[in-house]
């Protein structure tokens, strides 16, 4: 695998098989988001540990299948990353991928 890092320690070109990452970053996300989004999660999951003292069964279920939705979609969040490559532009979201594929025009 060939591999280029440019000053910010981002991927400049990753070759996979039969396409070439020209360009790859991490989404960047201030601190209040962050604080936001880690805060929902601590306040499910604290609400989830009283139900459970509680023995509340149906509680118990709701909440942590809150608690496993919320933080499946917090790991998706931070992992969003964007490339460039050499079939067009790429948004991935795991588990999710979004192209969009470069259309050459010819005349």
Do not use: C, H
């Not at 990452?21 to 009283?50: D, R």
Request: aromatic share 12%; proline share 4%; no cysteine.
């Amino acid at each position: 695998m060939n591999e280029k890092k440019n000053m910010m320690g981002t991927s400049m070109i990753k070759v996979l098989a039969n396409k070439a990452t020209v360009y790859e970053e991490k989404a960047p996300y201030s601190n209040t988001i962050k604080l936001v989004m880690v805060s929902g999660l601590f306040l499910l999951a604290v609400l989830y540990f009283i139900a459970v003292f509680r023995k509340p069964e149906q509680a118990e279920f709701a909440l942590l299948l809150a608690v496993s939705i919320s933080a499946l979609v917090m790991w998706s969040f931070f992992n969003i990353k964007f490339r460039i490559t050499t079939d067009g532009v790429e948004a991935a979201m795991p588990p999710f991928i979004y192209r969009i594929l470069k259309i050459s025009l010819k005349n």
